[in-house]
T-cell receptor
Framework: EDQVTQSPEALRLQEGESSSLNCSYT??????LFWYRQDPGKGPEFLFT???AGEEKEKERLKATLTKKESFLHITAPKPEDSATYLC???????????FGKGTMLLVSP | DSGVTQTPKHLITATGQRVTLRCSPR?????VYWYQQSLDQGLQFLIQ???????AKGNILERFSAQQFPDLHSELNLSSLELGDSALYFC???????????FGPGTRLTVL
């Protein structure tokens, strides 16, 4: 059974204070690793898909990286509008469904 | 805006009742997924349809059922509702199976 663990559960940063969120996974074979952002009461918003170890993707202040056992979401010089819950999900080769972690709740203070 | 629409936004009902949640996928998307999100469980996959056919089932209760219609919209039916069914229900869609899933805004179900 696929498992996804995200850490920390919650993270509080000052504006401009860079940090990283972790997503570790155990799957029989990884087809893709997905990062989503979710604001309270809203649907998850797609950020990135990573397919193979060593792959990196960037979008504004966010950068996602992937190794064979974990993925990191690096946040550089965050702003208050980056405050949200960040969800990681894995997709194994046999299925199209996603297994989600419980998320990291990020709060960026001005 | 992802292009996925869900109705209603909020639903308040009583235990034992039955409700229907509706989802319209993004234009051109053939695959529809339903997820349940509760505070303690996180996002849990319920069921997937592709072009009208059921393709995968997750931890979906027997009291729950779904279908995808010829126009590709989908409905999730929840019956004999219990307090524990209170949650956010999300629909997602993708162009084909195994492509990126785009989520709708969700339906918040409250069972009293």
């Amino acid at each position: 059974e696929d498992q996804v663990t995200q850490s920390p559960e919650a993270l509080r940063l000052q504006e401009g204070e860079s940090s990283s969120l972790n997503c570790s996974y155990t799957v029989s074979g990884l087809r893709g690793l997905f990062w989503y952002r979710q604001d309270p009461g809203k649907g998850p918003e797609f950020l990135f898909t990573l397919y193979s170890a060593g792959e990196e993707k960037e979008k504004e202040r966010l950068k996602a990286t992937l190794t064979k056992k974990e993925s990191f979401l690096h946040i550089t010089a965050p702003k208050p509008e980056d405050s949200a819950t960040y969800l990681c999900a894995v997709q194994d080769p046999g299925y199209s469904t996603l297994t989600f972690g419980k998320g990291t709740m990020l709060l960026v203070s001005p | 805006d992802s292009g996925v629409t869900q109705t209603p936004k909020h639903l308040i009902t009583a235990t034992g009742q039955r409700v229907t949640l509706r989802c319209s996928p993004r234009s051109g998307d053939l695959s529809v997924y339903w997820y349940q999100q509760s505070l303690d469980q996180g996002l849990q996959f319920l069921i997937q349809y592709y072009n009208g056919e059921e393709r995968a089932k997750g931890n979906i209760l027997e009291r729950f059922s779904a279908q995808q219609f010829p126009d590709l919209h989908s409905e999730l039916n929840l019956s004999s509702l219990e307090l524990g069914d209170s949650a956010l229900y999300f629909c997602a869609s993708s162009v084909a199976e195994r492509n990126t899933q785009y989520f709708g805004p969700g339906t918040r179900l409250t069972v009293l």
